[in-house]
């Protein structure tokens, strides 16, 4: 399929800004045939054994070409559709005075990929009472190489007339290995505690090969290799208590792990890196059950995350002049702590259910990049740094309800999401890191009301969500983007065994800093269906996005910079099924 897509990103630095506009796409073919099995063995009522794997293999043939322009300013001050005026020569040159430099690319890529795994799970009930061991062993096992190229020509500010022409070329090869076995065991301690003991050790290995080429001429100094050993333990103790209306278990985990990294010589280090961490985390897990429709339940529980190998090989990447990123061997591997609180209750005989949950999320020594910009050029250097500030918070409440006569419903939900991001931006005045705090608050509210009889079905729908993004650092590159919507849909079922359907939405987006997102569009469907030879033929006719205004776009949002893609899609078009049922259900 050929994707076409339009990007805009802003950037944050400590006393600048930059923009990068990109425009492009191609052509990607991609064919991935997979298997999967699973067994499950039980000779009796106290041995199971359960083994299951799957395996993929992914070839993906890809034909890109780009367009891409640097600002120092915001281009939406200037014309309303900047993505129109990054091409070379022409008149008028309407970004030339913010424009840092153009560039024109192909780059065309082929990549292959394998993976596999298997997990074998052996239990046995060891007595009546409770009494349980389990013993579980995991491995998997990837590789992949890919090819690309990169032919870019890049005009820069002064030198438009003069550009620079690169011819890279770019081979990788990797593989992964991961195993890891369990023992599990559970000891009755009385009527209603039991003590439960997990081990589990785990053997990670990562490799890593790229060469590059730099007009068809192998360049050593860009060209890397790495391999990373991973060996970690883990041990937990829980408490576990059990009666007809509480469930809880307590207990703590503990998480050493020792890592050895190598790679090709590098002058600033020494090759092997080899590392010991040693971190501890409680786990609770709460349920409480007062009656048979409300259930409370309380979570909390911790894990590690190594680096990936690319963050940590202290090789330049190399491929794209205007961003280069080096790796960074001292980085410490992230531990992450979360919690849930959670509370469902319903009542059949009124026709009501509630949900409502929190969750808060923390990430100590999370890998963020430190990114340093110089505007005369609009070249960007980033390395990977360890960072703590990085966490979330978010609710969530749903309320459904079920007038007495079944004739009206209704389902509300209400979100809200807080989330504080941290990272590191190269002040190059004062020659340091400046910590980039962004806090982002989001809040999303839905109510659905819906009207049904024998022969028609109606909703009408009202959506809204907004979003607070403040940058502590550069608090004037702060914005409040907010969407609201309304939707009506509507059903009529014919005694003939027709059925038609409709709905008609519009949405109102502001207060996007990318000012062709602020807009109000409108999405209309329809769709036709026709029964024929008792319900077992159907033909039906569908119509997407009559009115052909709809846009695919996503948002990105990080400490440092935020994103908004639009893509191009078929989104106007319309389906014609026929549709025959052999055996009907009654």
Not at 171 to 190: D, F, H, K, R, V
Not at 483 to 512: H, K, V
Request: aromatic share 14%; with cysteine; charged share 20%.
């Amino acid at each position: 399929d050929e994707v076409r897509r339009q990007q805009r990103t802003q950037y944050i630095y400590p006393t600048s800004q930059s923009y990068t506009l990109k425009n492009g796409g191609g052509k990607t073919d991609i064919h991935t045939p997979k298997i999967d099995f699973r067994l499950v063995w039980r000779p009796d009522k106290k041995n199971t054994l359960t083994v299951k794997g799957n395996a993929k293999y992914t070839w993906k043939k890809v034909d890109n070409a780009f367009q891409s322009a640097s600002l120092s300013s915001n281009p939406f001050d200037i014309v309303p559709n900047p993505n129109d005026y990054i091409s070379y020569g022409m008149d008028p040159d309407t970004l030339k005075p913010i424009r840092s430099y153009l560039a024109s690319s192909q780059e065309p890529s082929l990549s292959s990929n394998f993976n596999e795994s298997v997990y074998v799970n052996y239990s046995r009930r060891l007595s009546k009472k409770g009494r349980i061991l389990a013993l579980s062993f995991n491995e998997a096992f990837s590789f992949g190489t890919s090819d690309w190229t990169t032919d870019k020509e890049t005009r820069y500010k002064k030198k438009e007339n003069n550009p620079v022409v690169l011819s890279q070329a770019v081979s990788t090869g990797s593989n992964n290995l991961s195993m890891w076995a369990q023992a599990a065991y559970s000891e009755p301690m009385g009527k209603h505690f039991y003590l439960n003991f997990v081990a589990r050790g785990s053997f990670k290995r990562a490799f890593q090969r790229r060469d590059f080429y730099n007009k068809g001429v192998f360049a050593d100094d860009l060209s890397s290799y790495g391999s990373m050993n991973s060996y970690e333990m883990t041990a937990t103790a829980n408490i576990k208590y059990v009666r007809k209306k509480i469930n809880l278990t307590a207990g703590v985990s503990f998480f050493p792990r020792w890592t050895v990294l190598k790679f090709k010589e590098n002058p600033s280090y020494s090759s092997p890196v080899e590392k010991f961490m040693f971190n501890v985390a409680p786990n609770l897990i709460l349920s409480y059950t007062p009656s048979k429709r409300r259930h409370l339940s309380v979570r909390y529980n911790g894990w590690t995350a190594s680096p990936a190998l690319t963050n940590v090989l202290p090789i330049p990447s190399g491929t794209d002049p205007s961003y280069i990123r080096y790796g960074n061997p001292d980085l410490l591997q992230e531990f992450v702590q979360q919690g849930t609180l959670s509370y469902d209750a319903s009542s059949v005989g009124k026709g009501w259910g509630l949900v409502a949950n929190l969750t808060y999320r923390n990430r100590k020594n999370a890998v963020c990049i430190s990114t340093d910009y110089d505007p005369e050029t609009g070249f960007r250097t980033a390395t990977p740094r360890n960072i703590d500030g990085n966490w979330w918070i978010k609710g969530n409440f749903s309320f459904n309800k079920t007038f007495r006569n079944d004739s009206f419903s209704t389902a509300n939900t209400l979100s809200a999401q807080y989330d504080n991001k941290a990272s590191l931006l190269y002040n190059r005045t004062l020659k340091y890191d400046e910590v980039s705090i962004t806090r982002r608050t989001m809040l999303r509210a839905s109510s659905d009301w819906t009207y049904r009889n024998r022969w028609l079905e109606a909703v009408a729908q009202i959506y809204a969500d907004g979003t607070l993004e403040r940058s502590l650092l550069r608090s004037d590159l702060n914005q409040s983007p907010f969407t609201i919507s309304g939707c009506l849909s509507l059903t009529f079922t014919m005694p003939w065994n027709m059925r038609l359907s409709t709905d008609f939405s519009y949405i109102a987006q502001r207060g996007f800093i990318f000012n062709d997102l602020n807009r109000d569009y409108m999405l209309w469907n329809a769709s036709l269906s026709q029964s024929f030879l008792k319900k077992k033929l159907t033909l039906r006719i569908e119509a997407f996005d009559i009115l052909g205004q709809m846009v695919n776009m996503t948002s990105s949002l990080a400490s440092e910079s935020r994103t908004s893609t639009i893509f191009n899609g078929v989104n106007s078009y319309a389906i014609i099924r026929l549709i025959y049922r052999f055996n009907r259900a009654k």
